[in-house]
C-alpha cells in the first residue's frame, strides 16, 4: 500500500465517513432514542473526587475545542493577531496550559471510575473506548504542542483550508499529507472521534441547555390549553 | 385574576402511627427498580429526628428553596441563572447516595452455595450497586422512632431557636416525645425544581397542579436535586435521570386515589382540588416570612363564590372540576377551618401538601395536668405542650406560632366539645367558652369530629375528573398512542445508548 492511497483513506474517505456517521446517527439517536440522551453524570454516587476530575477536564476541553474552532473559522483573524510575537506566546503558552488542564482532568476520571467500583458499575465498555481515545488525543495534542510549536499559525494556514476543502466537498490533501506523523494521528483520531460521538455519552454536548437563561422560571404544560390564553 | 385547578393534600398529623404502610405501596408500585432502589418517593419521618436524606431541612448545607436576593426579586438559592453556568459540571450544592443511604440486599444465594463448614452460612448484606459486601451504616428510616437520640434527635434543624429547657423537655427520660412526618412531593404553586431545571425537563400541569419531570427531556444536570428544599427529587444513578413523586397521575386519571393515600393505615391523608389566583404567585413568594401561610391561603379562592365559578368558568376548568373543588376536603381543613399549615412555608415555594400539626401526647410538661376543669386558661397545655410550640412553628409556621396555636387550639377544643358531648364530664358550659375561644362553633366542630373520625373513602378523597381521554386525542394521533401500549414510549428505561 503506498503512502499516496493510505493519506487519501485517512484524510478523505474517513473523514467522510465520520462525518456522515456523526450527523446521520445524532439525529437518528435523538429521534428515537431521546431518552438516552444524558450526560449520565455520577456525581450522585460519589462527590468529591467528582470536582477535581470533571471540573478541570471540562473547562480545558472546552477552551482547547474552542481554539480549533476559531482558527478552522477564522483563519485569517488568528494568523494577524498572532503575527506579534508576544500576543503569539501568549495564544500558545494558553493553549498549552488547557490542554494539560484537560489531561489532568481526563486522567483525574479515568483514575475515578475505575478505582471506585460503585462508579465502575456505571462505566460502560463505550465509556472506556471513549476514554482511552480522548486520553491518547489529549496526549498527542499536547505533544504537537511541544514539539512543533506555532501551532495557531500553521493550523492556519495549512489545517484549516483542508478542513475547509473537505466542507466543500473537494478534498485537498497536499495540505497534510505533508504534515509530521503526530499531527496526522491528531488529525485521523479527531475525526475516529466525531465518528463515534453519537454512539457515547458525548452527545449531552448538543443539548446544552441554551434556553435556560432565557426562558421564564415557571414551566406549565396543558391538555388543553384554554382559548384566551 | 387567572384560575387554576391544584390537586392538594392533607395529611392530618395527629392521625398517623408511623406504620410505612404508604411508603411500602409506593416502593412497590414505583421504586422498586435498578437505580430506584434507594429513592422513597414517600417516606415517614420521626420528629424530632435528622429525616431523608439526612438534615434535609438544613438550608445552610444543602441550599435548596427560594432566596430574596435583596431587590425584591426571588432567586434560586442553589444554581440560579447566573450560577448554572460555571457550576454544570459539579453542582456544589448536589447531594450524594452518602446523604441518603446504599441500598443494599443479602447475598441469600451464599445460604444455598457455601462449602460445607462448621458454621450455619449466613446472608451478608451486600450493596446493590457493586455487589460487594457492605457494612450498613444508614437507611431510609434509621431515625425511626429515635426521640430522645443524641444522633438523630438532637440534631434536627427544626431545634433552632429553642431554649435549653425545651430542648430537655423533647428528650426527657420516660416523658420523651417525637411524633411522625410522613412526606412526599408537595407539588408546589412555585417549584423550586422546575424553575432550576436547565433542560426545561420539570414542569407542572395545567390542569391538576401535578409536578413531573419529563425524561425523554432530563439531562442529568442535576440542579432540580439540590434546588428542591424537601429533597423530594431523586437522581436514578442507573438511567441518568431524575425522578419524583407522580402523584400517582395514573391512578387519578382513573379515579383512584394515590397510592400511598389509599393504603394508609391510621386513614391521615386526604385528597381533593382547591383554586387559585396564578396571577399573585410572585407577589405571595416573596412576602416577608410571618405572612406567607395568610399570604397562600389568600391565593386559594372560595368555589362556592359565584365570581370565582364564574371567572374559573372563564379560564377552562370544568363544571365537574369545580363541583370537586366545593367538596374538596382539604379545601376545609386549610380554609374553613384553618387547621392545616403548609410544611416550611418559608422555603417560598408554596407547597401545597397541608398538614394538621399534632396534639398528641396531649399531656402537658407539668406533672399533674390530664384534663383540667378548674383553670382559668384553657389552652396552658397547648403553650405549654411536650412538643414545645416553637418545635412545631418551625416546621408548619416558618418559626412563628399563631398559626399552629390557632390549630391546636381548635382541635382541643373540638375533643372537649365531642366530650362534653358523649362522655358528659365537662360540661356544656366550659366546652362552649373553649370552642368561643378557639373561634369554633358547636356546628363546625362536630364537622371536623366527623371529617377526622368517622370519614369514608368518599369524604377523604375527592378526585376531580381528570379528561385524560381528551388531551390523549389533542396529543397524538390515537393509533400511534395505541401502539406504545400506554407507556408513551417503546423501549425501556436504560443507560445511555
Redesign the interface.
Known sequence: MNSHFLDQFLFVALPYVCLFTFFLMTIY?YRM???????????????KQ??WA??PF??GILVVTAGHLIAFLIPRTVLAWSSHPLRLYVLEISALIFGILTLIGLVGVVVRRFSN??I???T?V?DWILFGMLLVQTISGIGVAIFYPWGSSWFATNLSPYLWSIFKLNPEIAYVAAMPHLVKLHIVLAFLTIGFFP???LV?LL?V?N???W?K????????????? | MNIRSQVSMVFHLDKCIGCHTCSIACKNVWTDRKGAEYMWWNNVETKPGTGYPTKWEDQEKYKGGWESNGNGKLDIKSTSKARIVPNIFHNPHMPSMDDYYEPWTYDYQNLFNAKEGPDQPTAEPISMIDGEKIDVQAGPNWDDDLGGSPIYAENDPNLEGLTEQQRLQLSSVERLVFFYLPRICNHCLNPCCVASCPSGALYKRGEDGIVLIDQQKCRAWRSCVAACPYKKTYFNWFTGKSEKCILCFPRLETGQAPACFHSCVGRIRYLGVLLYDADRLEEVAKLPDDQLVEGQRSLILDPHDSAVIAQAKKDGISDGVIESAQKSPVYRFVMEWKIALPPHVEYRTLPMLFYVPPMSPVQASKPEDTIHHETEDLFHDIDSSRVPMKFLANLFGAGHEGGVRYALAKQKAVRWHRRAETVGDISRDLADRILHEANCTREEADEIHKLTSLCTFEDRFVIPPMHREQAIEMMKEPHEHREETGFGFVGGPRRGL
Open positions: 439517536r432514542q431521546t431518552f438516552s440522551y444524558s450526560s449520565l453524570s455520577s456525581q450522585f454516587i460519589e462527590n467528582h470536582f470533571v471540573v471540562h473547562y467500583t460503585k465502575r458499575k456505571v460502560t463505550t454512539f457515547t455519552r449531552h443539548v441547555p434556553p435556560y437563561l426562558r422560571p415557571q414551566v406549565v404544560r396543558w391538555y388543553r390549553r384554554p382559548k384566551q390564553m
